[in-house]
């Protein structure tokens, strides 16, 4: 069997450069050629020649703090049993991190051990049809659970600290083009915290870097996608939080 | 800039490159465990050459930045997304990195044709930065080696890889750009790699 058409086709698809047409091509030859050793034998030889092209660049020094950030987002992956039954974990939180790149509002990219920890205890508390709005969980960490008729949603958070974690589940898809958008109202201004996008079973774990401070009214309004700096709809939920 | 003329010293060059695999796969052994040291290990090792690499293709700091934290997060979280028999934990790490360059590149094409005017005065900031730390986390040897391959290679069949692999263009974008035949961008990219990979890896074409 001649592979030199193969080889063509993955030299470019390593190389990042295979044209969409060829890219089907190259699936459609590959699927006649059942278990190809030859056709392993390449994609690895041609996958370990591309990648090594990096390092004719020079290094970049990258931000000092991207390691601690990733090593906090795995942390807090242990609260993420109401987002993990129907997407993989993190679905919520790529959605987010796109949003991120889009309109650099907010950052998401984990939190700290103590926060998680609130978090774990307050997974505990999340269930439906409870009536409890707020738990303290910790003498310095607060649990705040939203109300209204879009799903079940928490937040908690450190009071005088920045960093916010949301976790929700049952939340209704926002529709084709629109998400959910969370106001922290100040002395009747709403001010946001972020769009949110649950994943497609309604779950969502997300972390906003804002600080709730003299926010006294929490809430989640319907929005367009492009996550407008006021709001355009009705609250579905809400939280007041008991600033005093 | 992207080349330097050095001589390959291949055969010393392929006994570092394996102890260095050996390691890398060390590193994501420990990983695997939520070895925390592993990471780090992993991450000063590559992050600075896979920042290179996303900002090169993307040629906005902010969005390599991202897709570095994306890529290594990935790591992080699913280490063993990496598969051993298809090569090093090196080139693994920049496959993922390019593949996110390259499709935040397709998916914001014009954005960054807009962005090509500021290439050159990034580039500067960015040579500056790399001058203080290529010595410090370099991994001069491979770095010596890819670029002695490369310098090896023909004008023609360099400057498609180029094309290619650091602009993240496609071969039909490249035919466009260089009023080529698309079948001789695809020749040249074949003949490149082919001696890139003789080069490297000791395959003789």
């Known amino acids: 069997m001649n592979h030199d058409r193969i080889e063509e086709w993955l030299t470019a698809r390593a190389l990042g450069g295979l044209d969409e047409a060829d890219g089907a091509a190259l699936e459609a030859e590959m699927a006649t050629h059942g278990d190809c050793a030859e056709c392993r034998r390449l994609e690895r030889e041609l996958t370990e020649t591309a990648g090594r092209l990096a390092f004719a660049l020079d290094p970049t020094p990258v931000d000092p703090g991207t390691a601690d950030r990733i090593l906090a987002a795995r942390a807090v992956a242990p609260i993420a049993p109401v987002a ?28 700290a051990a103590g926060i998680a920890l609130v978090a774990v205890v307050a997974v505990t508390a999340l269930r439906p049809g409870g009536s409890t709005t707020s738990v303290t969980a910790q003498p310095a960490q607060t649990i705040v659970r939203f109300q209204g008729v879009a799903g079940h949603l928490a937040m908690a958070y450190t009071p005088g600290e920045s960093g916010v974690i949301f976790w929700g589940s049952d939340l209704p898809d926002p529709g084709a083009d629109q998400v959910y958008e969370i106001w922290m109202i ?32 929490m809430a989640v309004t319907v929005e367009p996608s492009d996550c407008p700096s006021a709001p355009t709809g009705e609250p579905v939920l809400t939280a007041p939080l008991d600033v005093a | 800039m992207l080349l330097a003329t050095i001589e390959p010293t291949r055969s010393a060059s392929l006994g570092s490159v394996d ?12 990983l695997r465990g939520g070895d925390e ?101 370099g991994l001069p040897e491979e770095r010596r080696i890819v670029r002695a391959a490369l310098a ?4 023609e069949q360099r400057r498609v890889l180029e094309m290619m692999y650091f602009d993240g263009r496609s071969q039909t974008q490249i035919a466009e750009a260089t009023g080529l035949p698309l079948g001789t961008v695809k020749s040249r990219a074949l003949l490149g ?7 490297l890896e000791g395959i003789e074409r």
């Open chain 1, 84 to 111: 993990v039954e129907s997407a993989p974990r993190g679905t919520a939180r790529d959605e987010v991190a796109e949003r991120r790149r889009s309109r650099g509002t907010y950052t998401f990219v984990g939190v």
């Open chain 2, 37 to 137: 040291d592993a990471f780090r290990g992993l991450f000063d090792r590559y992050a600075p050459t896979a920042k290179a690499l996303a900002l090169r293709v993307v040629r906005q700091a902010h969005l390599a930045e991202e897709i570095v934290q994306e890529a290594f997060m990935a790591v992080w979280k699913n280490p063993d997304g990496y598969d051993g028999d298809r090569g090093s934990v090196r080139s693994w790490l920049m496959g993922t990195v390019h593949n996110r360059a390259v499709d935040l590149v397709r998916r914001e094409e014009a954005h960054r044709r807009r962005a090509e005017d500021a290439i050159p005065e990034a580039y500067e900031e960015q040579a500056d930065h790399a001058d203080e730390v290529v010595e410090a986390i």
């Open chain 2, 152 to 155: 090896e290679l023909p004008e």
């Open chain 2, 19 to 30: 102890l260095s695999d050996a390691r890398d796969r060390d590193l994501l052994a420990r």
């Open chain 2, 193 to 199: 790699m082919r001696r890139m990979r003789g080069a």
């Open chain 1, 186 to 217: 100040q002395r009747g201004t709403p001010v946001s915290g972020g769009c949110l996008t649950p994943t497609p079973g309604g779950n969502l774990a997300a972390f906003v870097d804002a600080e709730v401070g003299t926010t006294d009214l």
